[in-house]
């Protein structure tokens, strides 16, 4: 066996892991898969033989790089409802969504998308996969006093969420108000249904604020005029057919009878992996 192939073994051991928290930093598969292929090109330029413990080494780099790309969303510009495909609900390994149900509750992914990046990164390294603060501090370059305060802020907001509804006939009833008002362009209508603290997220990045979602939503017209109400993976949804076949799909969350999250799906991979019934 070469070198570079004993060192991809050894980084195939951890790749799991680094998924992992790279999913709960950036709520994607597709960001969260480049930030490991990111960790595997430093990893294979650096001194492998000189790192005592490779796990360590390795969550430390996926952190910087998830931060980076973190950080980087948050730079550019809010995108419109309609302009690019949203992952948030795409599966995640089953124990880490058991560990992320026992941990924090259903809103956490709600949550995580209000805080930033260096909450985000404090809270999910420490809290879910139990890294120290010590090593959080080198990757914010903060004191570790600092990282634990960012993580006790962070920890604050998530207890704090509200529970999501289940009422799925009052769901349906509250999409179909909101698919009405954003056919229509009313903006009223769009702010009557929409949590003042609502998010709508995507890869190119995350529209916060009920006024913010609801001009994107109004800009979802063209599309809303053909969406069809769907139950997206056993979640209140909307689906735009083509040919007959789902072309995009949107799905929702809820409190208070209120959207809370909307989360859209646009690329012909993540629409083929959703389970979607017409209702």
């Known amino acids: 066996m070469s070198e570079n192939e004993f060192l991809a073994e050894r980084f195939e051991a951890h790749r799991s892991r680094l ?44 952190g910087r790089v998830c931060l980076d790309m973190l950080r980087s969303r948050r730079s550019r510009a809010e995108e419109p409802l309609e302009s690019g495909p949203v992952v948030a609900s795409e599966a995640f390994d089953p124990e880490q969504d058991a560990l992320l149900a026992d941990s924090v509750g259903v809103a956490l992914l709600v949550v995580l998308d209000t805080l930033s990046p260096a909450e985000r990164l404090a809270f999910v390294l420490h809290d879910l996969f139990a890294v120290p603060f010590e090593e959080i501090a080198g990757i914010l370059g903060r004191s570790p006093a600092a990282a634990r305060q960012l993580a ?85 949804g909307l689906v735009v057919l083509e040919d007959g076949r789902p072309e995009r799909a949107l799905t929702f969350t809820f409190a208070h009878d209120r959207i809370t999250v909307i989360d859209v799906a646009l690329s012909p991979e993540r629409v083929s992996e959703l389970h979607i019934d017409l209702v």
């Open 19 to 62: 998924r992992a928290v790279a999913h709960r930093m950036l709520g994607s598969t597709a960001e969260a898969d480049d930030a490991v292929q990111e960790a595997w090109v430093r990893l294979s330029r650096s001194d492998a033989g000189a790192v005592e413990n490779l796990g360590g080494w390795l969550t430390t780099v996926i």
């Open 152 to 236: 006790s802020r962070a920890r604050r907001r998530v207890r704090g969420a509200p529970v999501p509804d289940t009422d799925l006939v009052r769901q349906r009833e509250v999409v179909d108000a909101f698919l009405a008002a954003a056919r229509e362009g009313d903006l009223e209508g769009l702010l009557a249904v929409l949590d003042p603290d609502v998010v709508a997220r995507s890869e190119g990045g995350v529209t916060s604020g009920a006024v913010a979602v609801a001009a994107g939503a109004r800009r979802f017209a063209s599309f809303s005029r053909v969406a069809l109400p769907a139950l997206v993976d056993g979640a209140t």
